[in-house]
């Protein structure tokens, strides 16, 4: 098993209002989670582009939309991402409730800029993560560098339910997100995959941490992050997290990070393998930082454990060797 020096950051942003948005970077390609923006999360937007050479390009790679919910993407906010940062892949919900305006408004935003684009002889790729879409891909390798979508019947009566989920592993450490997703059906579509058991590192809590039938301690237990991770304003109505999701997590010693004082960052280190840090900042100001805490990523986990197994195999081979030959 062969570990990439890949360096990797995820930012959860604080947004001072209800909403997501989060970012993925591999060393190479930049991801925008959500399309979600305020006065508050603008700058420290702006740093992280920064930091992963966004200026260089002039674009990002990719912008990930996971449900038509306006906290997660609202129409002006997806105008100025459209504008300024100029995505090179789209990748928006499977689901239809084209009644609702601001599905409408933001199609319409998308569809213009595609025109845009393509008369600048700019390709853009436009992907609908419906399940068609999803089955028509190559299937998982374990342990690779390759994200993944997860199939989503997107049948469900409610919304939230038909969100897209993905797992962002072209980096030295994974990020699940789930979307709004709140019903049982969902998480047990998903929660005996091997992938989802064994490679996860960090989890973005499902539907901004409430108290659903997806955020529970027997799905904690199957994908055992090392963090877990909730978009929350600090005075939201919900009261997300909840406490009795905070209470389930803290049961089972994982530790939860939310966006209530500042944002969450979390970086490759070292050799950029599999070596990560958390750190919460304390503030808008990100001069103001909370401590960091370092993890190991599961597959650095693995090396490991495959690396001990061969020297304990070589180590028993070279015993029945020496026994082998004292009967001669």
Request: glycine share 4%.
């Amino acid at each position: 098993m062969e570990l990439k020096s890949k360096y990797t950051r995820f930012r959860a942003y604080k947004l001072g209002a209800p909403g997501s948005l989060f970012s993925y970077y591999d060393g190479t390609s930049f991801t925008l989670i959500e399309a979600f923006l305020t006065d508050t999360c603008i700058p420290q937007l702006n740093e992280e582009l920064k930091e992963c050479n966004f200026h260089e390009k002039g674009y990002i790679d990719c912008l990930h939309i996971t449900s038509w919910d306006k906290d997660h993407c609202d129409k002006n906010s997806l105008e100025a991402i459209l504008e300024s940062l100029k995505p090179r892949r789209i990748e928006y919900p499977g689901y239809d409730i084209s009644d609702i305006q601001n599905q409408k408004d933001c199609v319409k935003a998308i569809n213009s800029y595609l025109t845009k684009m393509k008369t600048e002889n700019q390709n853009v790729i436009y992907k609908s993560i419906n399940p068609s879409y999803v089955n028509s891909l190559t299937t998982y390798t374990k342990w690779t560098y390759k994200n993944i979508l997860f199939s989503n019947p997107k049948n469900y009566p409610k919304a939230n339910d038909n969100s897209s989920i993905k797992l962002f592993r072209t980096g030295s450490f994974t990020v699940l997100s789930l979307g709004d997703i709140d019903d049982e059906k969902v998480k047990k579509h998903i929660w005996n995959d091997w992938v989802i058991k064994n490679e996860v590192d960090i989890l973005l809590l499902a539907h901004h941490g409430s108290d659903n039938d997806v955020n529970t301690k027997d799905f904690f237990e199957k994908v055992k992050p090392a963090v877990a991770v909730c978009s929350s304003d600090y005075d939201n109505k919900y009261e997300h997290p909840r406490a009795n999701v905070r209470q389930k997590l803290q049961n089972l010693n994982i530790p939860l990070k939310t966006t209530k004082n500042g944002d969450v960052i979390i970086t490759s280190t070292g050799d950029n393998t599999a070596n990560f840090s958390v750190q919460d900042l304390q503030s808008d100001n990100t001069a103001q930082k909370g401590y960091k805490t370092t993890y190991k990523s599961k597959r650095g986990k693995e090396k490991t454990r495959l690396e001990k197994k061969s020297n304990d195999d070589e180590l028993i081979k070279l015993i029945r060797k020496y026994l082998a030959e004292q009967k001669k």
